[in-house]
């Protein structure tokens, strides 16, 4: 009998043990928040798989792609989303109300006010159609409506017009912020072609003259010049692409000193130290070389002998450090002082411009900082981040 009430016991300890197991997991389970928390949890999901079509702006892929997402957030049989001219996007139950969408927008698209559409206009007279009601919402884009938010129901509560008019206003903030990245992308863009055309004209005339005094002399060391500007006017006119990699900005760099040291000859010493690590890191496109072609004129060209021209990428945690410093003449930090501040009769190509998308890529903690002086050379140090949010070689 000893070893089957030890069977017992050692039964009961199992049982014990695993209502144990079910207990803690249920408190786990509770501990996972409310009912009400839950809600708020899959209603935050749900906003963040309709925000980056959103972010895109408003036009049909977006639109289908967002549709779903707005319908689950409205728990409602169907929306649309409208811009001024067209349905871009009908998800849900009974499309067949999808022709009359734009009817039903129009007012809302003309006044930017909330409207609520009743049976009378809506409801197609079938007894198993789920759609009576229509609820149209503006989409506002810096006070510019530029469509709406429909949603379909059988019933317009008032509960529910205040939540198509909530999912509106945040359908109009992602869009607002599309507008603002576009925006950015715009005015990079803009910056990017003012800074090509301040490429110094001396630069290329001076370097066509050294190939072409090689023509003759070293006819192998001309061709391989000319390649070298052939391949650093590619990159520097190229037409895609906000940000490149260091690796590429730095070879770039070379190719540009090749073709001075072909005309400087041993007056020209450069000095190159750069970490492994920082080659992959993303910056924005042609944000050195600038800097390296001030160091170049302003380091070398209004000095008698030897120049000195030194440039560094160091890995330093999260972020890249670059610095490009010049034994040359230097200028008053004044001067320097206008010249990033925008002064268009400044003498230093593209500074300003550098300093501008550093600081609007990253924040103005990021902008060129700048030591000089007569005599004492020029020092333009930049901390680049690793990793940043929409900065990715090639965007």
């Known amino acids: 009998m000893v070893p089957d009430a030890l069977v017992v016991l050692a039964a009961l300890v199992v049982v014990a043990a695993a209502v144990l197991v079910v207990r803690r997991f249920l408190t786990s389970r509770r501990d996972l928040g409310t009912s009400v928390d839950q809600a708020t949890f899959a209603t935050l999901h749900t906003a963040s798989l309709a925000a980056p079509p959103l972010r ?11 549709a779903r997402h707005l319908r689950t957030l409205l728990g409602t049989p169907a929306v649309a989303l409208v811009d001024r001219e067209q349905v871009l996007a009908w998800d849900g139950a009974a499309e067949e109300h999808a022709d009359a969408t734009m009817r039903h927008a129009a007012t809302t698209l003309d006044t930017g006010r909330s409207e609520v559409i009743g049976r009378d206009e809506v409801s197609c007279g079938r007894l198993d ?7 149209a919402v ?3 884009v810096e006070d510019r409506i530029v469509g709406a938010l429909v949603t379909y129901s059988t019933y317009a509560s008032a509960n529910l017009v205040r939540a198509a008019n909530e999912v509106g206003r945040w359908v109009s903030a992602q869009l607002d912020l599309a507008e603002l990245d576009a925006s950015r992308t715009r005015a990079m863009e803009a910056e990017v072609r003012a800074l090509r055309a301040q490429i110094s004209p001396h630069f290329i005339y001076n370097s066509l003259g050294a190939i072409a005094s090689f023509v003759r002399t070293d006819p192998e060391r001309a061709r391989d010049l000319l390649l070298e500007f052939a391949d650093f006017t590619r990159y520097s006119f190229r037409r895609y692409g906000d940000f490149t990699t260091l690796a590429e900005e730095l070879q770039s760099i070379e190719r540009y000193l090749l073709l001075e040291r072909a005309r400087f000859g041993d007056r ?3 000095t190159l ?24 004129r302003h ?6 002998g030897v120049g000195q021209v030194t440039i560094q990428a160091l890995d330093v945690g999260a972020e890249a450090h670059i610095s490009i410093e010049d034994d040359g003449v230097g200028m008053d930090p ?3 002082r206008r ?31 700048v030591e000089t002086a007569p005599g004492a050379g020029t020092k333009v140090s930049l901390r680049v981040p690793k990793y940043a949010p929409g900065v990715r070689a090639g965007t």
Do not use: W
């Open 56 to 66: 895109a702006g408003l036009d049909r892929l977006a639109a289908e792609k967002a």
């Open 129 to 135: 159609c789920r759609i009576s009601h229509a609820i």
């Open 138 to 140: 503006p989409l506002l």
């Open 268 to 270: 020209l010493r450069v």
């Open 273 to 296: 130290r750069v970490a492994p690590e920082v080659l992959p890191v993303a910056v924005p496109f042609l944000c050195l070389q600038p800097i390296v072609e001030n160091a170049v």
């Open 299 to 304: 380091g070398l060209a209004d000095k008698d």
């Open 334 to 336: 004044e001067q320097m």
């Open 339 to 369: 010249t990033l501040a925008g002064d268009p009769t400044g003498d230093s190509v593209g500074l300003g411009n550098v300093d501008e998308r550093l600081r609007t890529v990253y924040g103005d903690d990021y902008g060129l900082v």
